[in-house]
């Protein structure tokens, strides 16, 4: 079960890493100077920030809370007691109380896994959709930056 988690938590960060990674990089074709160069970029961000609505800072911070937060409480402990309990109870009924509650206790842990994994999977499913947003509006942004930057004699990449 903490393989599981582990691994929705580990797919979760490499997602939010590919979003932040690939951003533009400007190269002077005109020989621009590394003053010059750093007043155009501050310059092309306010204008393509200002034009997109996209802040590139408030999104890589949404989609790191969002690769945090895809780590939960530990599944499957409580459905496996109350999985006892509801076996004892009907182990009782039926005379042996003992084999009920191991009965119940195996249900209420499979029950559990079901769910966890059902779980899991729409965490990743909302989590792809949410990682695809995040991209688009990234990329919203950067063409207006590419095209600010072009515009000032740069070559973005």
């Given at each position: 079960m903490h393989r599981v988690v582990i691994v929705a938590s580990m797919m979760a960060l490499v997602c939010g890493?590919?979003?932040?990674?690939a951003e533009p990089v400007a190269y002077p074709t005109k020989g621009q100077r590394f003053d010059k160069q750093n007043r155009d970029e501050y310059e092309c961000h306010a204008s393509a920030q200002k034009e997109t609505g996209v802040d590139p800072v408030?999104?890589?911070?949404?989609?790191?809370?969002?690769?945090?937060s895809d780590s939960g409480s530990k599944p499957g402990l409580g459905s496996a007691v109350g999985g006892a309990g509801m076996g004892a109870m009907r182990g009782a009924a039926e005379g042996d109380a003992g084999a009920g509650a191991l009965h119940g206790a195996g249900m209420g842990r499979l029950i559990?896994?079901?769910?966890?994994r059902r779980q899991m999977e729409q965490q990743q499913q909302?989590?792809?959709?949410q990682s695809a947003?995040?991209?688009?509006q990234l990329d919203k942004y950067d063409r207006a930056y590419a095209a600010c930057m072009t515009g000032r004699g740069y070559d973005v990449k």
């Open positions: 890493a590919v979003i932040v990674a408030a999104v890589a911070e949404q989609a790191t809370a969002a690769s945090k559990a896994v079901i769910r966890s909302a989590g792809a959709a947003d995040l991209r688009a």
